[in-house]
Nanobody, 123 residues
Framework: QVQLVESGGGLVQAGGSRRLSCAAS????????MGWFRQAPGKGREFVAA????????YNLDSVQGRFAISRDNAKKTVFLQMNSLKPEDTAVYYC????????????????WGQGTQVTVSS
């Protein structure tokens, strides 16, 4: 079965940094675009960033542009989300996802999802 397992979440001080990881298995990782989404309590799932299967382009949510960076290591079948200058409004459960369409910003455009990792940013 396809599995995406996020890790790296936790409590972070505002202005601090955190790197999330998502380890994939059960799929040809290099053939999939990868994305990160987040969901705050009581809110819908929000697109954060995406990286092409060939690792040559990325796309980010405007509110995280310049602060967050998505990357991937196909050899390790892992996608990362480097988060810098964190703000309290970044607090959410962060999910990684795999899909066949690069640049997709809607959750329904991704086929596989992890269970999420909680990131809490204190003020």
């Amino acid at each position: 079965q396809v599995q995406l397992v996020e890790s790296g979440g936790g409590l972070v001080q505002a202005g601090g940094s955190r790197r999330l990881s998502c380890a994939a298995s059960g799929l040809p990782f290099s053939n999939y675009a990868m994305g990160w989404f987040r969901q705050a309590p009581g809110k819908g799932r929000e697109f954060v960033a995406a990286v092409r299967w060939n690792c040559d382009s990325t796309y980010n949510l405007d509110s995280v542009q310049g602060r967050f960076a998505i990357s991937r290591d196909n050899a390790k079948k892992t996608v990362f989300l480097q988060m810098n200058s964190l703000k309290p409004e970044d607090t959410a459960v962060y999910y990684c996802a795999a899909g066949t369409k690069y640049g997709a910003t809607m959750s329904y455009e991704y086929a596989y999802w992890g269970q999420g990792t909680q990131v809490t940013v204190s003020s």
